[in-house]
């Protein structure tokens, strides 16, 4: 679908169909594609670029993800492939079902190319994708798996919660993201910390080896990081194994709103989309230059075209993920992206 049409007539139907709900627009979109599922294989050609990459001990068919919160409990699974996706992230999910924050949590700014949520980690449970993985099987690409702590669990009890999800969904998942850096759920982003991060990842990688297994597990950082904090948590990463790094996670950053969608600038939550395209490629290039390529980096934020996938790869990442651009712009923004850097 060219993106001039989506942008013209697909998305603004959609809006209007959804009373200009954001958040319905997006579960409706979920819900299509998990009944469409592997019938919009023919449409593949369409979309999909072959540009294959080998990071992580992995082959991706190109180096375009579908990132974590477009489908956080896996029901279109066997859809995104079909247009033109190289890997999908589902997720982030927890180990209690949630609701996730009150609503409305999700907020659309297309004048600014961004979004601002605060959904909250709204998921079915990490035994829900479990099973839903193991009645459907797993998509026809590389699969990763967000985890983060469940809303009501004490912070001092939130490594039981990431063992128990590792463990729930090892069977399935081609590697783990360990989301520690949402801003929508209180205490969190205190995970970042040094002791905090280290004794997670000591019980994760003991948890892993115990399962027989060697799946990657990568980090999720956030973009509001100092360098000092990002130098310490980077050390904590190469001291316990880490497979890699995804960079970034939303911003609590105002900064690039367009003027006319200001009072959007007063909400709660993550900022995501083109605000974030510049922060994100500078943390992957520190991240990057910091630990001299030894960690393979997922650059996602802020791409919405070909130059700006480019960049993240210039600045050190090895593979890029897109949600907001996807959101606002439909999947010719997929095949554009994934073109340009077969191009490269």
Request: one cysteine or more.
């Amino acid at each position: 679908m060219d993106d001039v049409l989506f942008d013209r007539i697909v998305r603004p139907a959609m809006y209007r169909l959804a009373y200009h709900d954001p958040e319905v627009v997006h579960e409706r979109t979920v819900t299509l594609l998990s009944r469409a599922g592997t019938a919009l294989r023919p449409i593949s050609k369409l979309y999909r670029t072959n540009d294959p990459a080998h990071v992580l001990g992995l082959t991706f068919p190109n180096r375009i993800g579908l990132a974590a919160g477009m489908d956080k409990n896996g029901r279109a699974l066997h859809a995104w492939p079909a247009l033109g996706f190289g890997f999908v992230e589902v997720g982030t999910v927890t180990r209690h079902p949630q609701p996730g924050n009150p609503k409305p949590r999700l907020y659309s700014l297309p004048a600014t190319d961004a979004v601002i949520n605060r959904m909250g980690f709204n998921n079915e449970g990490a035994q829900a994708l479990a099973d839903r993985l193991a009645a459907h099987g797993k998509p026809a690409v590389p699969l990763g798996i967000s985890i983060g702590k469940s809303k009501v669990t004490p912070l001092d009890e939130a490594v039981e919660d990431y063992r128990f999800s590792l463990r729930a969904l090892h069977p399935y998942a081609d590697y783990f993201a360990i989301n520690v850096s949402s801003p929508n759920t209180p205490g969190l982003r205190a995970l970042q910390d040094k002791a905090a991060l280290a004794e997670l990842l000591a019980e994760l990688r003991k948890t892993g080896a115990e399962l027989g297994g060697n799946t990657p597990l990568l980090v999720k950082v956030a973009p509001d990081l100092t360098d000092d904090a990002l130098a310490e948590l980077l050390e904590v990463c190469l001291d316990h194994g880490v497979a890699g790094i995804i960079a970034t996670n939303t911003t609590l950053s105002r900064e690039g709103i367009a003027p006319s969608e200001a009072a959007l600038a007063s909400e709660t939550g993550g900022l995501s989309g083109r605000p974030l395209t510049k922060r994100s490629a500078e943390v992957v290039r520190f991240v990057h230059e910091k630990t001299e390529g030894k960690l393979p980096i997922i650059g996602v934020g802020g791409i919405l075209g070909p130059d700006d996938a480019r960049r993240m790869l210039d600045a050190g990442a090895s593979l890029v993920q897109i949600y907001t651009g996807f959101a606002l712009h439909g999947p010719g923004l997929v095949r554009r992206v994934g073109r340009g850097l077969a191009a490269r």
